[in-house]
């Protein structure tokens, strides 16, 4: 009986025993391979002089796979073919038309980040494989940065061209590709390398449409103002800009809700906006009349489905035709909405209080008794009576004086405005506080520049946006020094932009390819300047450019 309960506990053991070793574990398998593919060999080898082969073969220490290859490879010069590339286990294999090689020149396979393991996807960047068919390797290198050339900030991947000297006419970024191409990359920074002696022309290309060629003013371009001849390694800069369109065209008509509408233009210009037919001509009311701007706003009212306008372009002359589809009209009355011209609920120093709306109201039937005005000073409440004028159709602007640094409560009561259509708005109320003077700081630049011309210098927030310009010229006699004061500035990090404004027209132009005029120079100021509550922040800028 014992030699029985033995077998019997046994067995029961070896089976436990079993069942651990078949559990399925999780493997670690150690550290992920964060290395890219190392080269070991290259047949014919790397640099290579008198290359006469139809295949290349580059071995990897890993299996390797192609990713993206039409964007990152680029040959330099450009083939008069397309080479047959794919990867093959631990190779990459290259088929070449030898009988195609020019004589005596020096190739560049740049493969970019083209290069992968199979496994993990680490690239091998910035890799090259290079060969001569004459019988030495051309070593001269061009490095450069492409900026943007309105605010000087690096720009990446933009195409960098050369055209050899012998066949550079002023049209050939319209009508060919370059002889040699590479790309810039985050910072902005490219480089040839492998370049024989000789003369070149020079373009950076935002190329759109991947055509290694410009089209146009839909694309960003940019030049060097002469022929570069090369005789050793070479450093330049490059500044992109978009060249301003000769013809002025209509993008796009816009109805975002019943009542308004919008124009785009392409370029600003001074806009005539007509009715064609002449019943409809107190019908609408364009905003910002006999200004230059690109954006054509206009209310209408006592219409339905479509409005036929003439666009009179004075700036270019010319004349359009447009049918303004407008959307329908949803039954029942609308509610409407008030706003004010306070930025974050702080109305800024100085400004008039303004009550803007979306609609073309009926300013014959404003009830300003239904609108109250208070302000708390501690605990006593004072309520204003108004002094208000619409100084268009869809703003009312109040009069009043208020005071600095103060908070403010404007209650709106049921029926106060009324718009064309009947609609009417709901009671409201409004809280908003006054900007102080001493809230705000001031900022004296001293300048002082080494050329006497014109320039518009700028205060920009982080946004790049403009918050206060001046422009300054110099007369032949005078000094080349002055001092600029920008007064009542919101507490913030700004920068100072100069434009080097040679025409004197109080603003960036742009350049023009054809023409060969570059955009006009700006300088950005590299020192943040932080603005302060009641403080003056002096800064001394010198313009050594």
Known sequence: MAKQVYKIVSAFFLILLFEKCAQVGVLTGGKRDTIPPKLIEALPANNTVNFNSDQVVLKFDEHVKLTDLPNQLIISPKLGFDPDIYADGKKIIISFKKHALLPNTTYRFYFGKAILD??????????????????????????GTVLNAFNNKPEKDIIIGIYNKAEAVDSLPY???PNYITRSSESGDFAFGNLPPGIYKVYGLADK??????DGEVERIAFLDSALELKGDTNIKLNLFQEESNKAYIKKISSPYFGFSQIILNKKSIISLKTINKAD???????????LKDTISFFYKNLSDTLDLLVENLSFKKTDTVKVKLPKIKAGKKKISVSLNASGGKLFFNKPLQLVFLNWMDTSTTNVTKLKLSSKTDSLIETEKLKYKWININTLQ????????????????????FDVSGNKNDSSMIVFQTESENELGKLSLKLLFNKKQGYLVQLINEQEQIIREQFVSFSLSGSNATTIDFTNVTPGTYQIKIVFDENENKKWDTGNLNSKIQPEHVYIHPKAIKILSDWEIEEEILIKE
């Open 398 to 417: 109040i009069n009043n004086r208020l005071r600095q640094g103060t908070q403010y409560s404007l209650k709106v009561d049921t029926n106060a405005f």
């Open 209 to 214: 449409n991947k055509n290694y060629m410009y």
């Open 175 to 177: 009508k060919k590709t």
């Open 281 to 291: 001509k107190h019908n609408i009311y364009e905003t910002n009349t006999g200004k």
């Open 118 to 143: 199979m496994t993990e996807g680490n690239a091998l960047t910035n890799f090259e494989y290079v060969f001569s068919t004459g019988n030495q390797i051309d070593s001269l290198r061009i490095k």
